[in-house]
């Protein structure tokens, strides 16, 4: 586990350098405390920071190969390294350490560019091929490490982070407008945007490579949704064997490590597999709220504890209370891009919690998309029963009801209010602008209106994407475009930011690419069976968990932000987002905010995510946009909140 970054000069200008990889890396130096490496050669300019988690001694990066002409840099694990060493070995490749990452090397040496599709890991990785001057940069099959990357007519930039890239001459940071655009409506930034203009990232499953002074970008990899033909009870026995096999292959470490425990099915499953495959007690970390008011709703400390019960673990738990506000500038530094998911904050508290006692960590994260667990999911199963109610009584009775419906997903009661407006208000929409209103986090009309200048033609990713699926069923159409949208760019990217700025290694065993294709191959009506979410999971681990935590109610991983900021956080929001800081950025309409936040204090609707996407945008262009240092942002909010 590392950071990578470096460089490609295509000409003269580049000013590549030792001291400019250096630079790059001392950025980063959060992810690779253990380690550092560079490496110049012709126009190629390659570095790393490490976190030695396999082969704490030999692991020293650059790796080569047997006559260096290939060298290598990789953050990430690659779970196969040993069958693949032994494949290679008798294949005659020598090899000089006992390191995951020197597999790359030999099976490029052996495969060439298609060396990416034998490698079962989480990695961004930089292989340079002095032979024939061919430099290659590569994101694993989910988008687990994240890849930023530069490029003019002089130089090409890379870094696992894009605050690194800006440690060279070559540019500086600006707010890309259709980024910022993207942002409003999502939530987070989706590849190949980044919210800096001209740094993209790289998309998931791809590799650029860089020869001859051009640059190419080739996708690897995608999941075949070629359905099997198996009974319900083959693919319960299915599913549970590749799940054991993904959580016992991601166990190998040289280190201390142990697991996040929420107490919901993936974590769950992910530790009592854990159990069976350790022979000391798991270690499990577990994060909770106060039990006043919404900490109530997110609190989920009980049942974490019932699991580490279960299966005997050494469990430790956190309380998280509404005093987070000196977090927040550290924590959107470390996120390089501004976020309205407030699980970047529980995931930093939790893993600098764990980061005491371990140096690895396995989480759920993917269980939702890969086996159908969201909300929305659900969708089309009730649009079937509510297409049967007549036309003129859904047009002139419910859509008026449901437009007057109060909203907060911080009570139970205004919650189930939420869902239900949001499914009939959108429920006459065609199925990709059904899910697009399910995911936006403001509306069209909204974002238009909150714009300084209103919207000039953006682009529509989820839209395109779902175009793209032709006869696809809807399960599938929609987990495809969570897959190459928000699983990378929103939840993987919070935990890798958040579990690296601890200087933890997560791994994210329910995304395995060998239990994603599997789980690709499956029958939607398996996943989601009489509107039950997820259940032929539930029915693969009855012999593992309790029927109680396998059929409780979904909570989300996130703060009751929401809750907060009609409160605690109220005087931190009214300063941030006052109509006179919003004007000064030039960026937002100031009005327009004013309306939204105070929709929110009356519960006329519920505009958590896109005031938390306010709030941190505002924060985050306070330091990487005007320049200011984190601890002088947060003397600031601090000031604020009195």
Not at 5 to 16: D, I, K, R, T
Not at 407 to 412: E, G, I, N, T, V
Request: glycine share 8%.
């Amino acid at each position: 586990m590392c950071g990578i970054h470096g460089g490609y000069a295509f000409s003269g200008a580049a000013n590549l350098s030792v001291e400019v990889l250096e630079a790059m890396g001392m950025v980063t130096q959060h992810r690779g405390p253990d380690d550092s490496g560079t490496f110049l050669d012709g126009p190629a300019a390659i570095g790393m920071r490490r976190l030695s988690i396999i082969d704490l001694e030999g692991g020293h990066q650059p790796i080569f190969n047997e006559d260096q002409s290939i060298a290598v840099v990789c953050n990430g694990e690659i779970y196969n390294f040993r069958e693949l060493r032994e494949k290679l070995i008798a294949k005659g490749h020598q090899f000089s350490t006992h390191s995951d990452s020197e597999v790359t090397v030999h099976l490029y040496e052996e495969y060439g560019i298609d060396f990416l599709s034998h490698l079962n890991g989480m990695f961004a990785l930089a292989l340079w091929d002095r032979n024939r001057q061919r430099l290659i940069i590569a994101r694993d099959r989910l988008g687990i490490k994240p890849l930023y990357y530069y490029r003019d007519d002089n130089v090409l930039l890379f870094s696992t982070e894009a605050k690194a890239i800006f440690e060279t001459s070559h540019i500086s940071p600006k707010l890309d407008k259709t980024a910022c655009g993207l942002y409003v409506q999502l939530g987070y930034v989706p590849a190949p945007w980044s919210i800096y203009e001209n740094v993209k990232k790289l998309p998931v499953a791809s590799c650029m490579i860089i020869e001859q002074g051009q640059t190419r970008i080739h996708e690897y990899w995608r999941p075949d949704y070629t359905q099997k033909e198996m009974s319900e009870a083959e693919w319960k026995r299915a599913v549970l064997e590749q799940l054991e096999q993904s959580v016992a292959s991601q166990m190998v470490s040289d280190v201390p490590f142990g697991a996040f425990l929420s107490g919901g099915i993936d974590s769950s499953l992910v530790v009592g597999l854990m159990a069976k495959h350790s022979r000391e007690p798991v270690r499990t970390y577990a994060i909770g709220f106060d039990t006043e008011g919404a900490g109530q709703l997110y609190n989920e400390l009980p049942y974490a504890k019932q699991v580490s019960e279960l299966f005997s673990t050494q469990h430790k738990e956190i309380i998280v209370k509404p005093d987070v506000v000196h977090l927040l500038p550290k924590l959107l530094w470390h996120m390089d891009e501004p976020i309205a998911d407030t699980a970047f904050i529980t995931t930093y508290l939790v893993s600098e919690f764990a980061r005491q006692d371990v140096t690895m960590i396995l989480s759920g994260v993917g269980g939702d998309e890969l086996f159908g667990g969201y909300r929305r999911y659900q969708g089309e199963y009730y649009q079937r029963y509510y297409n049967m109610i007549p036309a003129w009584l859904r047009k002139y009775v419910l859509s008026p009801v449901a437009n007057a419906l109060p909203s907060d997903r911080h009570s139970k009661w205004l919650n189930y209010s939420r869902l239900a407006k949001s499914f009939i208000l959108t429920a006459e929409l065609p199925l990709d602008k059904r899910y697009q209103s399910y995911i936006n986090i403001v509306s069209d009309a909204m974002r238009a209106e909150l714009l300084k200048g209103g919207v000039e033609t953006l682009p529509t990713p989820v839209i395109d994407l779902f175009a793209k699926q032709g006869s696809l069923p809807a399960l599938h159409s929609m987990f495809e475009v969570d897959r190459l949208t928000q699983l990378p760019d929103d939840l993987l990217m919070l935990t890798d930011k958040m579990t690296m700025a601890t200087s933890l290694e997560c791994r994210v065993p329910l995304l395995d690419h060998e239990l994603v294709e599997l789980a690709c191959q499956m029958p939607s009506e398996l996943k989601i069976k009489g509107g039950v979410l997820k259940y032929i999971l539930k029915e693969s681990l009855t012999e593992l968990l309790p029927r109680e935590i396998l059929y409780r109610k979904k909570r989300g991983f996130g703060a009751p932000m929401g809750a907060w900021i009609k409160r605690e956080l109220l005087p931190l929001m009214k300063g941030l987002l006052s109509v006179e800081q919003v004007e000064s950025r030039g960026v937002f309409n100031g009005q327009v905010v004013q309306g939204l936040i105070n929709d929110h204090l009356s519960n006329k609707s519920d505009n958590t995510d896109i005031l938390i996407g306010l709030l941190n945008f505002e924060i985050w262009s306070k330091m990487m946009l005007d320049g200011q240092a984190p601890q002088e942002v947060e003397s600031q909010l601090e000031r604020m909140s009195r």
